[in-house]
């Protein structure tokens, strides 16, 4: 992988040693010029009227998508964040008291979150899985709570944000499929980072956004909906004139394809922003791009192992380019504040944003490191020296 390219393609490195992108990475000039040219035709010819000037751009759009997930356009639906994502597909579950979702101790927290609503709205019940002893999910456990709970959902984060773990959800997606059980994936952290192909997956859903792994804009993200979700009629709790259309005084009539998971209003230069993004790192090659994250990381953890005081938190038989340390003596808030002052960008975690993993690991929380394939060498050194002079403090 060609870094010295990576690097003149992303203007931020600049200016900032970036290792926040579990948080938003920095885009590249192909996203950046996709996002001007949309707002520019904008400017000069209306929003309404460049939407319409655009459509073989937008099409695209979903083909790049499409290419990146490993499914086709109309298995595409475009939103706003990985939340909104998330939770359409959640709202489209006729849930009803006494039914079990089954997830994981490492669901992102806006998802755990929604799942506790749900048990508080409609008596749903959540289970969780338990760890296995080198960390994620124990994959037996979880066939057994399928087969002996008989979940309407499982749910699994693939990599948690507060974490390096990587779950294998090509395997639970293999037990889900075999009872029959739909299948939600949030692929968050994971697009971008790492191949993604939801068929080997055997999802219905996975969520996503492009302003991480992926280095697309903020306020952009999307969705895949499988062919069983759309045969068997499920559709968001709350759709609007974009994903079905009214046809009669009391009758509307859902789209055929996952457009019914979408909302009219887009903000359509983001939307090209992540197909741009799509299109790079589709020709970098996702393979490269994993690799090169990890090792990085990797490093980065091996190196963070010979500070003073400090105790790298990733656990798991498979790690990502998330890396998460506590600092003893040290806030993870104040260690990111030090360090955006010597221009380097991390992100810090505290326990309410990840309640379960934090109390076993007896952590108040985190700071999160996650380099990206533009990082190099002297990024790593930058961050561990500076670290070096605020613990010496």
């Not at 309407?152 to 075999?178: E, F």
Request: with cysteine; net charge negative; charged share 25%.
């Amino acid at each position: 992988m060609d870094v010295k390219t990576l690097r003149a393609d992303t203007p931020g490195v600049a200016h900032r040693v970036h290792l926040n992108n579990a948080g938003a990475s920095l885009m590249p000039t192909p996203v950046l010029d996709a996002i001007r040219g949309h707002l520019e035709l904008e400017a000069t010819m209306g929003g309404y009227e460049a939407e319409a000037e655009t459509a073989p751009l937008r099409a695209r759009a979903y083909e790049s998508l499409a290419t990146l997930l490993g499914t086709t356009p109309d298995r595409v639906a475009m939103t706003e964040h990985a939340t909104a994502s998330f939770v359409a597909a959640l709202s489209s579950i006729p849930f009803v008291r006494g039914d079990v979702i089954l997830t994981t101790r490492h669901d992102y927290v806006s998802n755990q979150i929604q799942y506790l609503s749900l048990a508080h709205r409609f008596g749903v019940e959540i289970v969780r899985a338990p760890d296995a002893p080198e960390g994620g999910v124990d994959l037996q456990a979880m066939e057994e709570a399928i087969h002996r709970r008989r979940p309407k959902l499982v749910a699994v984060t693939q990599i948690p944000t507060n974490s390096g773990l990587v779950q294998d959800v090509a395997s639970i997606g293999t037990m889900c499929r075999a009872r029959d059980v739909l299948y939600l994936v949030d692929g968050c952290q994971s697009v971008g980072q790492m191949p993604i192909d939801v068929e080997a997956m055997g999802c219905d859903f996975l969520s996503a956004t492009s302003r991480k792994f992926l280095r697309g804009p903020r306020g952009s993200g999307f969705l895949y909906v499988s062919d069983r979700v759309l045969d068997a009629g499920l559709e968001p709790l709350f759709p609007d004139m974009r994903g079905a259309d009214w046809i009669d005084d009391d009758l509307y009539q859902p789209a055929p394809d996952a457009r019914r998971f979408e909302t009219w209003e887009f903000a359509w230069a983001l939307v090209l922003g992540t197909a741009a993004a799509a299109r790079y790192a589709d020709a970098l090659g996702i393979e490269a791009i994993r690799d090169r994250v990890r090792g990085l990381a990797s490093e980065l953890r091996e190196r963070l192992s010979a500070l003073p005081g400090c105790r790298v938190l990733d656990r798991g038989p498979e790690l990502s380019a998330i890396v998460t340390a506590s600092f003893e003596g040290h806030v993870p808030a104040d260690l990111v504040a030090a360090l955006r002052q010597r221009g380097i960008n991390t992100s810090a975690q505290t326990r309410v944003d990840a309640v379960l993993d934090y109390d076993e690991k007896g952590v108040d929380g985190a700071l999160r490191m996650s380099p990206h394939c533009f990082n190099d060498d002297s990024d790593l050194d930058a961050l561990v020296g500076a670290l070096e002079e605020i613990l010496g403090r």
